[in-house]
């Protein structure tokens, strides 16, 4: 069975070293995550505004959270290599349940400038209207009333936790 281009192949073989842990700085750190914790800290999350030691909770999970986006945007790194390496036209891998996707984003093509008219067959125009929320916020509050045929769409909140930046 050879390697098909655009196809998909199964985790073959241990993955304990890739499920267990990643590499850095030359040795095998493994990632050790208590759900207790987790789950303890999320269910007193309402009393973090009114603790004084409650930031520094928040700040953990926010270390975990970094902890694990990092080893896992680096797991990602590996199996791309490892996949092109094996097979330039590698798509990704599947596993019981997981299915890892190697694609590119962005356009596949660009063109030059200068010569878009000769080019015009292969191009398309593309013209579109979005509204501008600064007028029309200017106008509301002049007018009192979104102007004739402006929607105001249903948005939903969502509470964002950011790092202070050290100063």
């Known amino acids: 069975m050879g390697y098909n281009p655009g196809c998909y192949y199964p985790i073959i073989g241990n993955t304990d070293g890739l499920l267990a842990g990643f590499k850095g700085n030359n040795k095998m750190s493994l990632i ?35 902890d694990i986006n990092n080893a896992v945007e680096e797991v990602k790194v590996k199996i791309a290599e490892a996949g092109k390496a094996i097979n330039p036209n590698f798509k990704g891998v599947l596993g019981e349940s997981v299915k890892c996707v190697y694609r590119k984003y962005g356009s596949k093509y660009s063109y030059d400038k200068n010569l878009w008219e000769r ?49």
């Open 32 to 66: 050790t995550i208590d759900p207790k914790e987790i789950k303890i800290l999320a269910k007193e999350g309402e009393k973090f505004i009114f603790k004084p030691k409650a930031e520094e909770q928040l700040l953990k999970l926010l270390k975990l959270q970094d």
């Open 119 to 167: 080019l015009l067959p292969f191009l398309t125009e593309k013209k579109y209207y979005s509204v501008e929320a600064d007028k029309v916020d200017v106008y509301v509050k002049e007018a009192g009333e979104l102007p004739q045929g402006i929607i105001e769409t249903e948005r939903e909140g969502k509470l964002s936790i950011m790092r202070m930046e050290e100063e």
